[in-house]
């Protein structure tokens, strides 16, 4: 039985699963109209699309992985369940990391203004940058599937006792940090991306302070507005990874709930929140949003007019 300290957080993160999921499928849905609309698909249209799928796939690993270690534990301590999910969660979790970054990468070489050389030969080779990362990504594959291979096969040696009672806890930590080696890269990249693009942002704001005209004052609460969706985006970046170190780290203290759910709640943060950040964000999707809530509202009107005249 969960206590209500339990309870209640074991239903904040299923709301922040759902509010995920709505949030990622309604800008993939979008992405998607805009697709036929045009007939053809933008580098940042692609870049969402994979963030969304990506992202909603993470929420569902996360919160269903969660809830079987909670009611049925003796199913995550089958062999098909811990290779299931570890491969299921390195492919979804390492794609939603690179999207996040390529996302972040894109806006630093299109809005930032740096005068450095190396500054300026990346920004005219946006493309090679993208494949350099795609590359970076199957290196990071190719080092997390023999990780969880070996956790396997060590598994295997103590399946007739218990394994946890054999897991070193230097090990089992050891394990996990090549596990995500991959994911530990992109995430130092896109904190490095932020930085640099809060720093073109703010010294570009500083500038524009100078000057006092209507247009002007207009650009600078759009790139005041900007700084603050990227230091959001940091603060639910952090908090992402702190919530799967604890997950994780529940693993070694049996029958530990609460910490398995407040990593569930903290880790299902970024996933739900950033997407409607990018949705506030962006005007097109932002635009969007306003017209299904109109829509949605229309829709509860005419519905309970009908109730009414019955």
């Given at each position: 039985?969960?206590?209500?300290?339990?309870?209640?957080?074991?239903?904040?993160?299923?709301?922040?699963?759902?509010?995920?999921?709505?949030?990622?499928?309604?800008?993939?849905?979008?992405?998607?109209?805009?697709?036929?609309?045009?007939?053809?698909?933008?580098?940042?249209?692609?870049?969402?699309?994979?963030?969304?799928?990506?992202?909603?796939?993470?929420?569902?690993?996360?919160?269903?992985?969660?809830?079987?270690?909670?009611?049925?534990?003796?199913?995550?301590?089958?062999?098909?369940?811990?290779?299931?999910?570890?491969?299921?969660?390195?492919?979804?979790?390492?794609m939603s990391t690179?999207?996040?970054?390529?996302?972040?990468?894109?806006?630093?070489?299109?809005?930032?203004?740096?005068?450095?050389?190396?500054?300026?030969?990346?920004?005219?080779?946006?493309?090679?940058?993208?494949?350099?990362?795609?590359?970076?990504?199957?290196?990071?594959?190719?080092?997390?599937?023999?990780?969880?291979?070996?956790?396997?096969?060590?598994?295997?040696?103590?399946?007739?006792?218990?394994?946890?009672?054999?897991?070193?806890?230097?090990?089992?930590?050891?394990?996990?940090?090549?596990?995500?080696?991959?994911?530990?890269?992109?995430?130092?990249?896109?904190?490095?991306?932020?930085?640099?693009?809060?720093?073109?942002?703010?010294?570009h704001n500083r500038?524009?302070?100078?000057?006092?005209?209507?247009?002007?004052?207009?650009?600078?609460?759009?790139?005041?507005?900007?700084?603050?969706?990227?230091?959001?985006?940091?603060?639910?970046?952090?908090?992402?990874?702190?919530?799967?170190?604890?997950?994780?780290?529940?693993?070694?203290?049996?029958?530990?709930?609460?910490?398995?759910?407040?990593?569930?709640?903290?880790?299902?943060?970024?996933?739900?929140?950033?997407?409607?950040?990018?949705?506030?964000?962006?005007s097109q999707l932002?635009?969007?949003?306003?017209?299904?809530?109109?829509?949605?509202?229309?829709?509860?009107?005419?519905?309970?007019?009908?109730?009414?005249?019955?």
């Open positions: 039985m969960l206590t209500i300290v339990e309870g209640i957080l074991l239903c904040f993160a299923t709301s922040e699963s759902v509010l995920g999921v709505l949030g990622n499928g309604f800008i993939l849905r979008e992405t998607c109209v805009d697709y036929v609309r045009q007939k053809k698909c933008s580098k940042i249209g692609f870049i969402l699309a994979g963030l969304a799928i990506s992202r909603i796939c993470v929420i569902g690993v996360i919160i269903s992985d969660g809830y079987l270690k909670l009611l049925s534990p003796h199913m995550v301590a089958s062999d098909a369940h811990f290779t299931g999910v570890s491969y299921l969660w390195v492919i979804v979790n390492h690179w999207f996040a970054t390529s996302l972040n990468l894109f806006y630093l070489l299109k809005i930032a203004n740096f005068s450095h050389y190396i500054f300026l030969c990346l920004k005219r080779r946006i493309n090679t940058m993208f494949t350099l990362l795609l590359g970076c990504l199957f290196i990071s594959w190719s080092i997390s599937f023999p990780q969880i291979m070996k956790m396997f096969n060590d598994k295997l040696q103590h399946r007739n006792t218990s394994w946890k009672s054999h897991i070193d806890k230097s090990e089992f930590i050891i394990n996990h940090i090549f596990l995500n080696l991959g994911i530990f890269f992109f995430f130092m990249m896109t904190i490095v991306i932020c930085f640099l693009l809060i720093i073109s942002l703010w010294r500038q524009m302070k100078l000057n006092v005209t209507g247009l002007n004052n207009l650009n600078t609460g759009v790139h005041v507005k900007a700084i603050k969706v990227l230091i959001s985006f940091i603060i639910l970046f952090l908090l992402h990874f702190i919530g799967i170190v604890i997950e994780t780290l529940s693993f070694l203290r049996s029958q530990n709930k609460l910490m398995l759910i407040l990593g569930l709640t903290i880790a299902c943060m970024y996933p739900c929140c950033h997407s409607f950040i990018l949705i506030l964000a962006n932002k635009q969007a949003s306003l017209r299904a809530l109109k829509q949605l509202k229309c829709y509860e009107k005419g519905k309970d007019v009908r109730s009414t005249g019955k």
